[in-house]
Structures are given as C-alpha cells and as structure tokens.
C-alpha cells in the first residue's frame, strides 16, 4: 500500500499520469471515493499516460468508453447509476473486466462488488483539509503484484514529463 497525504488537483493528476505509463494489459483500477474526489480526474490523467488523445469524458450515461491509447486501451467505466451487477452482466460488459488488450478503470466498484476481479490496483480518493486537499491510498487486492507499486513510487520521484495542456 502507498498513500499521498494533503495532495492538491495537480499532484493528483501526476499520480495519474505515472500510473497509466505503468498499466499493463489485464489490470484493473477500482476508484473510491466520494461524488467530485477526482476519480475522474485521475482516470484522465492515466489516460494520457496511455497515450490517449483528446477527450477523456466521464461515462456516466453510457456506464463503458472505450478509448485508445499508444500502449494500451483504455476501459473506463463509470457505474454509479447501476443497480447492480446483473446490469452490468446484462449488458455483456464484464468481458472488459479485466480486458486482454487494456486497463479497465472503474469508478463506484461497489454498485457491482460481485462483478469485480480479484485481482485489482484499488485507490481510494478522500478530500482533506476541509476540501482544499485529498488524500491517495493505493492498495494492491488479491493477485495485483504489490512490488509493482514500489515501481510506481519511484517513477513518481522521476516523473516530470506530465502537462497539463
């Protein structure tokens, strides 16, 4: 487990950042956090480290994008208006979870908690400081290789390629 204490928007996005050049075809991110933490936030700064061009909106409305990425794809889901995992059997969208050509981002896990891998990079986001801060917690679940969050780390203290443009 990692964890960034009083971090602003910016460093948020920069966690993200180095962690969608860290992905791997298979992994799962399963993002906690309350309404406006910066789930989002940081699935758009992962995909820019995917190599993704252009908009990264949130799938609220559509539950799954899809968006191509230099290194990988992209599957972010958003499933805050689901009702529960038959919704997302339903309509066929667990095979993304984990997909073979991508990282599947996941905002609100716990509307379909039975429809999640095992295995899963789970980050929980939480204001601090009377909402002028949050803080990070990332903690490896099941399978997902904790020496892998060592390698996050330090290319978090090497990274200084994100822009915010």
Known sequence: MISFENINENALKRIGFCLGKSLRAGDVVLLRGEMGAGKSVLTRAAAQGMGVIGPVPSPTFTILNIHEGTTLKLYHFDLYRLESADALWEMGLEEYIPSSDGAS????????????????????????????????????VGGFDAARLDGLAQMLEECHEYSDD
Not at 105 to 115: K, L
Not at 121 to 131: D, K, S, T
């Open 105 to 140: 981002f996941i905002e609100w896990p716990q509307m379909a908690e039975e429809a999640m891998p095992e295995s899963a990079l789970e980050i929980e986001i939480v204001y601090a400081q009377e909402g002028l801060a949050r803080s990070v917690t990332m903690t490896p």
